[in-house]
């Protein structure tokens, strides 16, 4: 699947998580306050898109990279935030990080997130960084 870049070849399929095409986001639509900060989010599909692209390319952690970036587009901002403060060491306990994982999973659907969170727990118990 030769879609790279999809600018070039499939740009009627970047779209911004609010729907806007890449076309719509100029420079002028900014200053006239046609775009806002919300235009300019990626959208879940977008970073499919470039999953498949990574993946047909022989880039498998790329592709989950973006998979779980396009998971994290229906996570609001703060509760990434804390998420990310969370995952620092002795910052979270082994409890604090599965309540992630299934907020992750139940909550918004990022099951590869999810599973990343436990994935996390046990490395961060074999390095004995989990807060005490």
């Given at each position: 699947?030769d ?46 898109l ?24 229906d ?13 620092r ?15 992750l999973?139940?909550q918004?659907?990022?099951?590869v ?20």
């Amino acid at each position: 699947m030769d879609l790279y870049p999809l600018s070039e070849k499939i740009p009627e399929h970047i779209k911004s998580k609010t729907g806007k095409r890449l076309n719509d986001i100029t420079l002028n639509n900014v200053l006239n306050g046609d775009i806002t900060s919300e235009d300019i989010k990626i959208s879940k599909e977008t970073l499919l898109l470039q999953a498949e692209v990574a993946r047909s390319n022989g880039r498998p952690q790329i592709a989950k990279n973006l998979i779980r970036a396009a998971e994290l587009t229906d996570v609001p901002d703060d509760e990434i935030l804390k998420i990310y403060d969370l995952l620092r060491p002795y910052r979270a306990t082994e409890q604090e990080l599965f309540e992630i994982s299934n907020r992750l999973r139940n909550q918004y659907g990022a099951e590869v997130c999810a599973d990343f969170i436990l994935e996390t727990i046990s490395v961060y118990k074999k390095r004995n960084i989990l807060k005490k």
